[in-house]
Each structure stands twice: as structure tokens, then as C-alpha cells.
């Protein structure tokens, strides 16, 4: 996230909080109130926005706002952290994968749903020397198992 759309985060996040609609950034549009917004992030749907929301609940729009005055251009930045769908397209030479996937389908199926899939592909083939997977490892293997 740019600087730009962490201070959008925050400013949508506090119109929210105050129980009025917020216009920026666009998928904070799509609430009535802050409450919509954590019951969206928390759901299938919305897990890209979890993250973000959890900020807000546990330490406030403040430190969205301190973290964006810090934030470096991403062309001059020494880490970049994205999501996949942002990553789409992208690489960088060191690329380190959270262990924030759904590694399980629908109703307890071993295997995650294709779309899940897609996600983990994109964000394993963004590296392009090293890839760090030390956070997801054994999920990861367990699904190379299955797939044999």
C-alpha cells in the first residue's frame, strides 16, 4: 500500500468509526458502519481486509496515519508487503509468504477451494532468486501430498 492508501485506510476507517459513510478508499464505500466493516473482513469474502481492521480495532487510526508518514516510495522501499491480488503481475528478487491462506475447502475438505489455490500460486511465483515459504511449510507440504 502507498502511503496515499494507508492515510485513505484511515480516513475511511474514522468516517466509519463515527458512524458516517466513508468514500474513500472504494471498499470501505460499501459499509454503513465500522461493524459492517469488521463483520465483511472477518468473512470469506473480505479477508484481504482483516489485517487492516484488526490495526484499527487494536491499536487505532493513529498508527495507520504514523505508518504512512514512514512509508517509503515502493521503488526506494527496503520491504514491500502486499497482498497477492496486488502482487499480481509483480516480482521482486526476495519474496517471504504469510501463513494467512485458507488451507482447507468447504466443510472440512483437506483440500483448500481452486480459488485459494490460485492465490497460493500467484504468491509462491513472485520471487525471483529467493522464496521464504518457513511460515506455511508444513501446510504446503501436506498439500503436495494430497496432490500425489
Not at 469488521?38 to 487492516?52: E, I, K, N, Q, Y
Not at 503481475?89 to 526476495?94: I, M, P, S, T
Not at 481452486?114 to 501446510?139: C, F, K, M, P, W
Amino acid at each position: 500500500m502507498s502511503p496515499a492508501e494507508i492515510l485513505a485506510y484511515a480516513d475511511g476507517a474514522d468516517r466509519l468509526l463515527a458512524g458516517q459513510l466513508a468514500f474513500r478508499p472504494a471498499a470501505r464505500s460499501l459499509f454503513d458502519n465500522w461493524s459492517d466493516a469488521r463483520s465483511f473482513a472477518r468473512s470469506a469474502f473480505g479477508h484481504d481486509l482483516l489485517p487492516v481492521v484488526r490495526i484499527v480495532d487494536e491499536l487505532g487510526t493513529g498508527y495507520l496515519r504514523a505508518l504512512a508518514q514512514r512509508s517509503a516510495a515502493e521503488d526506494a522501499a527496503d520491504y514491500v508487503i502486499s497482498t497477492v491480488h496486488r502482487a499480481k503481475g509483480l516480482e521482486w528478487k526476495r519474496v517471504r509468504v504469510a501463513n494467512d491462506f485458507r488451507m482447507l475447502g468447504a466443510e472440512g475438505n483437506p483440500m483448500p477451494d481452486d480459488d485459494e489455490l490460485r492465490l497460493l500460486y500467484v504468491a509462491v511465483t513472485r520471487a525471483q532468486h529467493v522464496l521464504n515459504i518457513s511460515g506455511s511449510r508444513d501446510e504446503l507440504l501436506r498439500l503436495f501430498n494430497l496432490r500425489r
